[in-house]
């Protein structure tokens, strides 16, 4: 210890030098802070600036103002109020979110709006005619008691209608692999399959 705390050559003892070492380092933050909070980095790179986005959801127009980072999927969610498309994950990997864009199936939360502009977009909710006459996709999900909680069932019945129209469904294997990418916590898979093998067989006339 004695030789720890002793006086050095310079002057400057072991202990003081490190402490004044150990204070220097803690005020770096606080002397660059002010500097940070000034300006925040989005907003030096004008990340925030605003783009305009047009997109048909569900046959009508519209023209939003938005963020660039704004997902599709929060844009129909929080923007246009459309909140039948459901956020399971925002990372890609449940499908709840899945819509239609140009009639083929897309995750939304993996899909920026701006990607979108001037597309197509249906979800769940345009998918009922002007009468309140389920689509027959829809029916048969009813029909087969194919959803429990109702969370996932947008993104199935979205990804049914792709499924089909894909022509990937033509066995029950079929339909197994392609709606693979849908997860139901509910476990209604059986009833599901059974599902879109009706609604296939109705779009099929058989
Ligand atoms: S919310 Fe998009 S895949 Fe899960
Ligand atoms: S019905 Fe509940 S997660 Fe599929």
């Given amino acids: ?48 600036e605003k783009v305009a986005v047009s997109l048909r959801i569900n046959k009508q127009p519209y023209k939003l103002s938005l963020d660039a980072r704004t997902s599709l999927l929060d844009a129909l969610r929080d923007h246009v109020g459309l909140t039948g498309t459901k956020k399971g994950c ?25 990607m979108n502009d ?16 389920l ?7 009813i029909d087969h008691d194919a959803f429990q909680c109702g969370y996932c069932t947008p993104g199935q019945i979205m990804s049914a209608i792709g499924c089909v129209n894909e022509g990937h469904a033509n066995s029950e294997d079929d339909i197994r692999e392609y709606m693979s990418g849908n997860i139901c916590r509910c476990a209604a898979y059986p009833n599901i399959v059974a599902a879109v093998v009706q609604a296939r067989d109705q779009a099929r006339g058989t």
């Fill in 135 to 141: 689509h027959p996709m829809q029916q048969a999900f």
């Fill in 90 to 114: 925002d990372h890609g990997q449940c499908g709840a979110c899945t819509v239609l864009v140009d009639g083929k199936r897309v995750l939304s939360c993996l899909s920026f709006a701006v």
């Fill in 1 to 48: 210890m004695s030789r720890i705390s002793a006086p050095s050559t310079t002057g400057l003892s072991r202990r003081s030098f490190m402490t004044a070492t150990v204070s220097a380092a803690a005020a770096a933050p606080l002397l660059s802070s002010p500097t940070r909070a000034e300006k925040p980095a989005a907003t030096r790179s004008g990340l925030r």
């Fill in 118 to 133: 001037g597309k197509e977009v249906t979800t769940v909710e345009g998918l009922a005619s002007s009468d309140g006459k």
